[in-house]
């Protein structure tokens, strides 16, 4: 088991940063993958990135180039900067994780799942 505690939302105009932080209740070294996911109103949840055991990233297209997902272990703790923020961003964000015991590299299939947290982008 694995709690996630996600922060860092909050109200941003257009083309503005925030940072959202995810604290896990354990360490995260052993966990295969940890990513962010979104979920707009009326919309269903989409996965926005996520970050391999090994360090390595993926990004959904729409967020590439503007998005950064990184690790510190050392913390239990996973990051998301975003900038360049766009009103079609307004999303809750939710942290997970993939721990399955059977871990394909390179997937992603989360089975723990923060509370999220509001991000909105003023235009």
């Known amino acids: 088991q694995v709690q996630l505690v996600e922060s860092g939302g909050g109200l941003v105009q257009a083309g503005g940063s925030l940072r959202l932080s995810c604290v896990a209740s354990?360490?995260?070294?052993?966990?295969?993958?940890m990513g962010w996911y979104r979920q707009a109103p009326g919309k269903q949840r989409e996965l926005v990135a996520f970050?391999?055991?090994?360090?390595?990233?993926i990004y959904a297209g729409s967020v590439k180039g503007r998005f950064t997902i990184s690790r510190d272990n050392a913390k239990n703790t996973v990051y998301l900067q975003m900038n360049s923020l766009k009103p079609e961003d307004t999303a809750v964000y939710y942290c997970s994780a993939d721990a399955r015991p059977s871990y394909s590299s390179g997937s992603f299939y989360p089975t723990f799942w923060g509370q999220g947290t509001q991000v909105t982008v003023s235009s």
């Open positions: 354990r360490s995260i070294f052993s966990i295969n993958a």
């Open positions: 970050i391999t055991r090994g360090g390595s990233p």
